[in-house]
């Protein structure tokens, strides 16, 4: 069965940094399409990144623009989201997706 497991969150200070990962399994993850959502309490989820399987092509929300980066390596069917410039804001349950299936998400908290 799919399986995504994400871990890495954690407590940070503002202007700080975190990087998160996603173990897959029980799918092709080399054909894959995967993303990271977030939400935030109260807040309805949104997309923090995407990337494609082959091309790699990658896509941002627009809250994370110029600060996260995500990347995948398919030889370990990991993906990874690289958190830089925390903003309060930013706290949130991240969590890995693909297709229909979602990981269990890693809570991540922005605080001084």
């Known amino acids: 069965q799919v399986q995504l497991v994400e871990s890495g969150g954690g407590l940070v200070q503002p202007g700080g940094s975190l990087r998160l990962s996603c173990v897959a399994s029980?799918?092709?993850?080399?054909?894959?399409?995967m993303s990271w959502y977030r939400q935030a309490p109260g807040k309805e989820r949104e997309l923090v990144a995407g990337?494609?399987?082959?091309?790699?092509?990658?896509k941002y929300g627009d809250a994370v623009k110029g600060r996260f980066t995500v990347s995948r390596d398919n030889a370990k069917s990991t993906m990874y989201l690289q958190m830089n410039s925390l903003k309060l804001e930013d706290t949130a349950v991240y969590y890995c997706?693909?297709?229909?299936?979602w990981g269990q998400g890693t809570q991540v908290t922005v605080s001084s």
């Open positions: 997706t693909h297709d229909i299936y």
């Open positions: 029980g799918f092709t993850f080399n054909n894959s399409y």
């Open positions: 990337i494609t399987s082959v091309l790699g092509i990658i």
